[in-house]
């Protein structure tokens, strides 16, 4: 294995903090959103997962078009990242949408689906947390 590339970001506060990665490119508070009773306004754990998977897997969508040689029109991919609690216990769930109007729905369908098998976040969360996809043309 090769490692290729590792962020490193620390944090100070938890969710009504800071984080900052050691290279000084990130830096931004985090709060806990209103619906957990927080300030809001700001950033938070659930919105920069979303985040980076939403940037990850489209890359990884974008890679399948290529190597397919499948024209991928002007798209979007939406991540939604919702914290649950079920009694004591809180987890994870999501949701991938990705956007490609005017495409075939089930060419679109079989790239998403291919692109969740090769993501580093899908493969990353497979098996540990419940991940929908959805596509829309």
């Known amino acids: 294995m090769e490692t290729v590339y590792t962020a490193t970001v620390s944090n100070v506060g938890g969710r009504d903090g800071d984080v900052k990665s050691l ?10 959103p209103v619906e957990m ?5 700001a950033a938070n754990p659930e919105m ?3 985040a980076a998977y939403s ?16 024209i991928l029109p002007e798209h979007a991919v939406e991540v939604s990242i919702s914290l649950n609690k079920d009694g004591n216990s809180m987890f994870l769930a999501g949701k991938i949408v990705v956007k ?8 679109l369908q079989q790239l998403a689906e291919t692109a969740h098998t090769v993501c ?4 990353a969360v497979k ?8 596509v829309m043309v």
Do not use: Q, W
């Open 23 to 32: 290279d000084g490119i990130l830096e931004l508070d985090v709060r806990k």
């Open 127 to 134: 098996g540990n947390m419940e991940m929908k996809i959805e």
């Open 55 to 70: 940037s990850c897997y489209n890359s990884a969508l974008m890679t399948v078009a290529s190597r397919r040689k499948i």
């Open 37 to 41: 009773h927080g300030e809001g306004k």
């Open 120 to 123: 580093p976040y899908s493969k």
């Open 48 to 50: 920069l997962f979303a």
């Open 100 to 107: 490609a109007p005017g495409m075939d729905h089930d060419e």
